[in-house]
């Protein structure tokens, strides 16, 4: 029954290391999402990516990249992780007209 | 900037009152308009969406949300709240203006007071 799965639930990574989360999705959708949840702030969306190799730049990409090889899955990576990249990070799938599934959730700690 | 607006951040309600939320976008084009909600320490669910056809859509647990054009808007409504409705609650937008870019609000956390 699941249909979006990330990686890790909880990760602890040090200042300046190069992070991957990864995501996939069982459900064959074209459009992909990476969003971060802080408290107060709602879900704000770092990249999406509507195909294979494609993407767009959402409300805060910077210091984020994504990468989108196959359809199924789409990763965010954080190039030089800092403190202020701590945060849940949320990843989703979605078709035009239907509804967006999400993982479970990646609670990130940097230190 | 296409962007979605939630005006309340916090509400707070006793039981039996009645909810509701409101949404404001600004996107152009054909849209498609959701509702997600939060329980305290689980995940996103959806409770009701719009994509075309009657502007009143019901969702799950009787919630229902009212698709307003001509305002941009899609607020949530729901008669009479219970405990169990406490959450955050989020709407989303997406666009085919937008290139079908699904965003959030801000969020609205609701209690409930028994």
């Known amino acids: 029954d699941v249909k979006v799965t990330q990686s890790s639930r909880y990760l602890v990574k040090r200042t300046g290391e190069k992070v991957f989360l990864e995501c996939v999705q069982d459900m064959d959708h074209e459009n992909m999402f990476w969003y971060r949840q802080d408290p107060g702030l709602g879900l704000r969306l770092i990249y999406f990516?509507?195909?294979?190799?494609?993407?767009e730049k959402g409300d805060i990409p910077e210091g984020y990249s994504v990468s989108r090889e196959k359809k199924e899955r789409f990763s965010l990576i954080l190039e030089s992780a800092s403190t202020n990249q701590t945060s849940m990070y949320l990843c989703a799938s979605d078709a035009w007209a239907t509804e967006a599934f999400f993982g479970q959730g990646t609670r990130l700690t940097v230190v | 900037a296409q962007s979605v607006s939630q005006h309340n951040h916090h509400v707070i309600l006793s039981e039996a009152a009645s909810l509701e939320l409101g949404c404001n976008y600004s996107?152009?084009?054909?849209?498609?308009l959701f509702w997600y909600v939060q329980y305290p320490g689980q995940h996103l669910q959806l409770l009701l969406k719009y994509f075309s056809g009657d502007p009143l859509v019901k969702g799950i647990k009787g919630f229902e949300a009212e698709f307003i054009k001509s305002k941009f808007s899609f607020n949530l409504r729901k008669p009479s709240v219970q405990w169990s409705d406490t959450a955050e609650y989020f709407c989303?937008?997406?666009?085919?203006?937008?290139?079908?870019?699904?965003?959030f609000g801000g969020g609205t956390r609701l209690m409930v007071k028994p």
């Open positions: 990516s509507y195909d294979v190799k494609m993407k």
């Open positions: 989303a937008v997406s666009s085919n203006n937008a290139g079908n870019m699904l965003t």
């Open positions: 996107y152009g084009g054909t849209v498609n």
